[in-house]
């Protein structure tokens, strides 16, 4: 039985998914532990990071016979980026709405003071 080849598209799709779903369980327990909004949510950025370079190189290995030019990696980057952030663009409305309603009012209220701590208030850029 003759195994069908992968396409760009469909590593993309399980690279992204893979990316996203990766994403939306670190930025859970971010959410449940309480440090969201501190410093740690940017090693989110890695974990996006991690799935465009690996499934390139994916891309690159399996599907396209270990040879990659660069608007390939560019494509393959922007479609795995393209589906991680329809899959957030699902699951952050949901969660806003039905797990933490209060998510838009506590990050107001954490930015505000921020902004007083730094004297942003002064300038007369105050929400």
């Known amino acids: 039985m003759e195994q069908k080849k992968q ?3 469909s590593n ?3 690279f992204g998914l893979l990316s996203g779903f990766t994403l939306i369980i ?3 327990v971010l959410f449940i532990t309480g440090k969201y909004g501190s410093g740690v949510q940017y090693f989110g950025y890695l974990f996006l990071a991690a799935g465009i370079v690996v499934g390139t190189l994916n ?3 399996k599907i396209n016979g270990g040879y990659i030019d660069f608007g390939g990696s560019v494509g393959s980057g ?4 393209l589906f991680t952030s329809i899959l957030l663009a699902i699951f952050v409305p949901i969660y806003m709405k ?5 998510f838009v009012d506590e990050m107001m209220a954490k930015i ?3 902004w007083k701590g730094i004297g942003f208030w002064q300038l ?3 929400i």
């Open 124 to 126: 007369g850029f105050g």
């Open 78 to 81: 922007v479609l795995i980026s």
């Open 112 to 114: 505000q003071e921020e």
């Open 7 to 9: 396409s760009k598209l």
């Open 98 to 102: 039905y797990f933490n309603p209060g």
């Open 59 to 61: 891309y690159r290995d």
């Open 12 to 14: 993309s799709v399980i």
């Open 26 to 28: 670190f930025s859970v």
